[in-house]
Nanobody, 115 residues
């Protein structure tokens, strides 16, 4: 079983940046697809980004339209960690951000963007 721990959230002003981390343990990480989701108060959880191995030691990246061009997902397999670099943050990015490999979820990290 994979254990996932998110970190890096916090309070930031609109236009600012944060980098979230999703650290994994428990099994081989490099061949896993990992996704970030977020859930704002009173709203359903929504997809943010995903990084998927393509079998040739490179990765596909997918983004929600709402974050495309502002967020970047990446990974460091040596550290068993997936990152979400978030730039040009907006108040509507405020949410609890969590990562998953499709079965297991972390507890999330809170991001608050003030206007």
């Amino acid at each position: 079983q994979v254990q996932l721990v998110e970190s890096g959230g916090g309070l930031v002003q609109a236009g600012g940046s944060l980098r979230l981390s999703c650290a994994a343990s428990g099994r081989t990480f490099s061949n896993l697809a990992v996704a970030w989701f977020r859930q704002a108060p009173g709203k359903e959880r929504e997809f943010v980004a995903r990084i998927t191995p393509n079998g040739r030691n490179t990765y596909y990246r997918y983004y929600a339209d709402s974050v495309k061009g502002r967020f970047t997902i990446s990974r460091d397999n040596a550290k068993n960690t997936v990152y979400l670099q978030m730039n040009s943050l907006r108040p509507d990015d405020t949410a609890n951000y969590s990562c998953t490999e499709g079965t297991n979820w972390g507890q999330g990290t809170q991001v608050v963007v003030s206007s």
